[in-house]
């Protein structure tokens, strides 16, 4: 197998990146060790089943999904190459499904500890980002662009560009309100008047500002030092649906035009939940 694996880089070299070929040989190597302990030494032993047998082989050993359909990508492209040069009469791959990958659970903060993050704000406009963030499910890109004539203080909506500039209305809550009228109270008067949060140089705050802000407040308030804006984003839509809302609703507040996007959270919820039932329950 190993002199059909050597043709099988050969062919690729013109067509592959050095990293796509090291790659392949990394993972190729590792299907040529399995196949001979099978007794596979010929293109035409290979099986369905033997195939099968080496991702198996793979999982057992503890790999992430993500490098199983590396190792899943590599035997296809050998097979479907083999198959061309008449070493194989039909594709053993062609029917191996490629495993899917596992999207990591959101990190996300309880109330207390997001109450503790918001109060360590040194000001009132670091303290307004963050009631923002919270208040609304803000992305930061959403938080930066936000205009004074986007808000409305009465209504206690902004109105937000989201992922391809797409608007919606956000609604912000009673503290998000507050904290942003006592910020415009003492806002500065800047060069451009548009935007509601500032930099020290009286420009448009960015979106590395508020991360650096938020890893600040995490330190004072001593709360998960990973956060970044987005985790009050991911606070926001866990909050929300631990306290019973619905799972539409709560999509069309993040502004996801897929409700799968959203589903990630009910996951959230349930993690919670499966935590308070095992330190309750008495026989858990």
């Known amino acids: ?11 690729r070299r013109e067509s592959a990146s050095p990293h796509t070929l090291r790659a392949y040989r990394q993972n190729l190597s590792e299907l040529a060790r399995f196949l001979d302990g099978q007794g596979v030494t010929k293109p035409a032993q290979i099986t369905h089943r033997v195939l099968r047998a080496f991702l198996i082989d793979l999982h057992g050993r ?3 999904r993500a490098t199983l359909a590396r190792y899943l990508a590599a035997t296809r492209a050998l097979t479907k190459f083999l198959l061309r040069e008449g070493a194989l009469a039909k594709d053993p791959a ?10 990591p659970l959101p990190l996300h903060l309880g109330e207390e500890d997001t109450t503790r993050l918001i109060d360590a704000a040194k000001n009132a406009r670091d303290r307004a980002i963050l009631e923002t963030l919270y208040g609304g499910g803000l992305r930061v890109s959403e938080l930066v662009g936000l205009d004074i004539d986007d808000v409305d203080l009465v209504r206690g909506v902004a109105r937000v560009r989201g992922k391809g500039r797409k608007e919606r209305l956000s609604p912000l809550g009673g503290c998000a309100v507050r904290a ?4 415009l109270a003492e806002r500065p008067k800047s060069d451009d008047p548009r935007p509601i949060f500032l930099n020290c140089r009286g420009g448009r705050l960015s979106a590395r500002s508020v991360h650096r802000l938020v890893r600040e407040c995490a330190e004072r308030a001593d709360v998960d030092p990973r956060i970044t804006p987005h985790t009050l984003r991911h606070s926001f839509a866990t909050h929300l649906l631990d306290r019973g809302a619905d799972l539409r609703e709560v999509q069309e507040l993040l502004g996801h035009k897929n409700i799968a996007t959203t589903q990630i959270y009910t996951h959230v919820s349930m993690e919670r939940l499966k935590k308070v039932y095992e330190d309750a329950h008495p026989r858990s």
């Open 1 to 11: 197998m190993n002199r059909w694996i050597a043709r099988f880089l050969r062919s």
């Open 62 to 64: 503890g790999l992430q």
């Open 94 to 103: 062609a029917a191996l499904k490629t495993p899917k990958n596992q999207r």
């Open 180 to 183: 942003v009228q006592a910020w």
